[in-house]
């Protein structure tokens, strides 16, 4: 199959040498965009900037902000088999990016910030997507609730939610316990390595293209 995957941080720029991000180290994604290569698929791997080596086999396209990675999605979605978004992107961006370095001056700066536009969530409707869609869910709370409430929002084929309170695992670490949050069931799978479940949702995402094929 042919697989987007996005991974990683969004970066989100205030003036030429400060971003706003957050913590992903774009682990979980990478495992998946070196798993489906290595199962023999055609990956491209949209990604903020991380720390990690480009999996052997993969194309590569590197963004920086949100709006460069929906814009590098839109681009190339369609001609995708199945997509994969593991992307931490940032929900807000500075309403204004300063040319200059912002000085010091009072005692409190107040930023603005504007709403980023849903890659995920626009891949349905927006990009007329009808591949294999799916989407990670990080919370903190009703984890399954709040997956299964994301699936059928953003027109997901499958969610990966996982607990993001929880220590040790998850955002920044090599380890995860995740939930695989279908339509119609739930299927907890036990704490893994990364690799080990980039495997197991790479199969998922193999047997949803099957059926959708058969269907
Ligand atoms: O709505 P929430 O951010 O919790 O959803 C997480 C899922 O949506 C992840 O799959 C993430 O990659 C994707 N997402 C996105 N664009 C955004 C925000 C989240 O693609 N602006």
Redesign the pocket.
């Known amino acids: 199959m042919k697989l987007l995957v ?1 991974a990683g941080p969004t970066r989100e720029p205030l003036d030429p040498v400060r971003y706003l991000t957050n913590r992903s180290s774009g682990k979980m994604g990478y495992a998946l965009a070196h798993a489906a290569a290595h199962a023999g698929h055609r990956v491209l791997l949209v990604s903020g900037p991380t720390a990690l080596e480009v999996p052997d086999g993969v194309d590569f396209l590197p963004v920086e902000t ?1 709006a460069q990675m929906f814009e590098a999605v839109s681009r190339h979605i369609g001609r995708m088999d199945a997509a994969i ?5 940032a ?1 807000y961006r500075p309403a204004a990016t300063a040319e200059q370095k912002i000085k010091k001056t009072g005692e409190t700066l107040t930023l603005e910030l504007l709403r ?6 626009s891949c349905r409707d927006a990009f007329g997507f009808d591949g294999v869609l799916v ?4 919370e903190t709370g009703n984890l399954e609730a709040n997956a299964r409430d ?1 699936l059928r929002r ?1 027109g997901c084929d499958l969610v990966v939610a996982n607990d993001v309170s929880q220590p040790g695992i998850g955002f920044d670490s090599d380890r995860n316990r995740v939930l695989l949050v279908h339509p119609d069931h739930t299927e907890p799978l036990p704490e893994d390595d990364k690799h080990a479940l980039a495997h197991r949702i790479v199969h998922e995402v193999e047997a949803l293209l099957a059926a959708k094929h058969r269907a």
């Open positions: 996005t949100a978004h593991a992307a931490a992107v929900d980023n536009p849903d890659i995920l969530g989407g990670f869910a990080a994301k953003k």
